[in-house]
Structure formats: structure tokens, C-alpha cells
């Protein structure tokens, strides 16, 4: 099945500090390609996924499910891991319950986590109807595009499959357990305005991890996908200096070690 225009997968060899980025459920590469071309272009090493039944059409979604959208970000892990004198993990709603699980897995391989309007629950009535819905209803209305910025827009379905919204759920289940296991500096950035994930997620993944570095910025600008809104510069460069903090030599001449 051929990859919808602009959600292809990204990847910049840099230097030896690397980020592995990670984008959210419906979506694809595309929501996060502006904050990975600005990283890789102050040195980083980048990798930025297509997961698995995404980027193309809602029915291949339908066919995978939470593991094997985890499998995929943890196998470019490994591979990070493999070359990489510090590696970050970096992710927008589901993405950033998917960076969460990694830090929470990897432990010390793992050196930071930047998440952005981080999802850790299916809310709503609906959400406790989908063990039985999915069997009678394939899909439910999209929830691509939520962004203030006119004129800016996300590569998404329009549609969200109930088999995949079902798995997504016990995803978060597991992931809420795991969160304590996260002892990893972190650095989380909420819209104010978010009509997908609620700040109650933000706030419930704040106070169930275990680490002692944490920083949160409220982004009054943006709703959603805020990488792709207005305050999307902000992001870029607040994740760039919290790297920068935790692995100084990324400062040194704008470019990493080795790079």
C-alpha cells in the first residue's frame, strides 16, 4: 500500500546523540518532520518512524495493534542504542505514552523524555462500550488536525478503526502501570486547548512518574498537534536546550560529538 504524501518515515544520520521521535495514533512522520529536520539540523542523529498501519489507510490500521506500533519504535531504539553516546526519546500524544514506555523499559540507555500533549487514557462513555462496539461498528469520526495555526494541517485518517482504538486502550492501561519506572529527566508540553487528549492526561502522567528532573510548559497557543502550531518553534527549542543540558557537548560549535 503506497505511504500517503508527506507521512513517509525521517532519518539523519548526525552525531554520536540521537533522538528517536515518535508520532501519534492516526498520524504519521509528518505531525513531527519540522521538530526532527530542526534536531537533525543542530546535529542530532534522528529517527523519526512510520508505525506499523499507518500513513497509508485506515483499514491497515485496523489489522495492528499496540504491539506492534511498540515494536517499532523499540527495535529503532536498539538500533540507536548501538551508535550513540546519549539518546533521547520524543513523542506527540500516543507517541509520547509510546517514549514513556521505552524510558520506563530502557532504563539508563535512555538519558531524557520530551513529550508533547502526552495521551494516556481513551476518555469518554465510548471508551468502556469498544470491547463490544469494535465487533459491531469498524470506525468511528477522525481526530487528525486539531491545530489553531490556519492554514496548517496534519497527515491523518479521517477515520479512527474501533479494533485499533480497542488495543490503543489497553495500551495506555499498561503504560499507566509502568510509569512509575520512569526515573529519566523529562520535559512535558501541554496545550491549554486540546479538543483530543485532556490536560488531566498531562497531569496524571506528572504525578505518577518517578523522575526528579521534570519540567512542564504550558503552550497557550497551540491545541493538539502542537508541533505543528503556533507554538511549535517553542517546542523545537525547548527540547534543544533541555538535550543540550543533559549532554553538553550538543551545545559545543551547534553540532553533536562525532557529527
Known amino acids: 500500500m503506497p505511504v500517503l504524501p508527506g507521512a513517509e518515515p525521517y532519518r539523519h ?22 521538530w526532527a529536520e530542526y534536531l537533525a539540523a543542530r546535529g542530532l542523529t534522528v529517527s523519526l518512524p512510520l508505525l506499523p498501519g499507518h500513513g497509508t489507510r485506515w483499514e491497515d490500521l485496523q489489522l495492528t495493534g499496540w504491539q506492534d506500533w511498540y515494536a517499532e519504535v523499540d527495535r529503532e531504539l536498539r538500533a540507536l542504542r548501538e551508535r550513540s553516546t546519549h539518546l533521547f526519546v520524543a513523542g506527540l500524544s500516543m507517541g509520547g505514552a509510546l517514549a514513556l514506555r521505552l524510558a520506563a523499559k530502557h ?17 469518554g462513555l465510548a471508551a468502556h462500550a469498544l470491547p463490544v462496539a469494535r465487533h459491531l461498528v469498524r470506525t ?6 486539531d491545530i489553531a495555526k490556519e492554514g496548517s494541517d496534519e497527515v491523518g485518517y479521517d477515520r479512527v478503526p474501533l479494533h485499533a ?28 486547548q486540546d479538543h483530543v487528549v485532556p490536560p488531566a492526561d498531562s497531569a496524571r502522567v506528572l ?4 523522575s526528579t528532573d521534570v519540567t512542564e510548559i504550558v ?13 511549535a518553534e517553542r517546542i523545537f527549542a525547548e527540547s534543544h536546550a533541555f538535550m543540550s543540558r543533559l549532554a553538553p557537548s550538543l551545545g559545543k560549535e551547534g553540532t553533536a560529538v562525532g557529527g
Open 107 to 123: 532504563g539508563d540507555a535512555v538519558d531524557g523524555v520530551v513529550v508533547v500533549n502526552p495521551a494516556n487514557k481513551v476518555h
Open 13 to 34: 544520520e548526525g552525531g554520536e546523540i540521537s533522538v528517536l521521535l515518535c508520532h501519534g495514533f492516526t498520524g504519521s512522520p509528518q505531525s513531527l518532520r519540522p
Open 207 to 210: 504525578s505518577r512518574v518517578s
Open 165 to 192: 482504538a480497542h488495543s490503543l486502550r489497553n495500551f495506555f492501561r499498561r503504560v499507566d502501570g509502568e510509569l512509575p519506572q520512569v526515573t529519566q529527566p523529562l520535559l512535558l508540553l501541554h496545550s491549554t
Open 140 to 145: 468511528t469520526k477522525g481526530i487528525a488536525s
Open 219 to 231: 503552550l497557550e497557543q497551540s491545541y493538539h498537534v502542537a508541533t505543528l502550531d503556533h507554538d
